[in-house]
Nanobody, 127 residues
């Protein structure tokens, strides 16, 4: 089992920055990747960013590319999502998700490909 706990969400003004954290614990030795998803008001949950656990390869959705950065600490206990140049449309509950290693390796963009989820943290961007 893997446990994920998000933190760092709060209210900010447009153009500001936030750093979200995802504490990762449990049987992490078999993880393939950790990703961030978000669900805005009245919207479906969507992929934001992901990082491969061993290679540190990353990828982002087009809507956040160039503004958001995903990273881990040296001990791989925490996954960060640095969010800059925030826009009101970035308002959402942000979820951390983890995927076990499988034969089909890579970064995946749909929530059904992930095995574990955190409870989410709310980020609100006002204009």
């Amino acid at each position: 089992q893997v446990q994920l706990v998000e933190s760092g969400g709060r209210s900010v003004q447009a153009g500001g920055s936030l750093r979200l954290s995802c504490s990762v614990s449990g049987l992490t030795y078999n993880l393939e990747s950790v990703g961030w998803f978000r669900q805005g008001p009245g919207k479906e949950r969507e992929f934001v960013a992901a990082i491969m656990w061993r290679s540190a390869e990353v990828d982002y959705s087009n809507s956040v590319k160039g503004r958001f950065t995903i990273s881990t600490d040296d001990d791989k206990n925490t996954v960060f999502l640095q969010m800059n140049s925030l826009k009101p449309e970035d308002t959402a509950v942000y979820y951390c998700a983890a995927r076990h290693r499988r034969l089909d390796s890579g970064i995946f963009y749909v929530q059904s490909e992930y095995d574990y989820w955190g409870q989410g943290t709310q980020a609100t961007v006002s204009s």
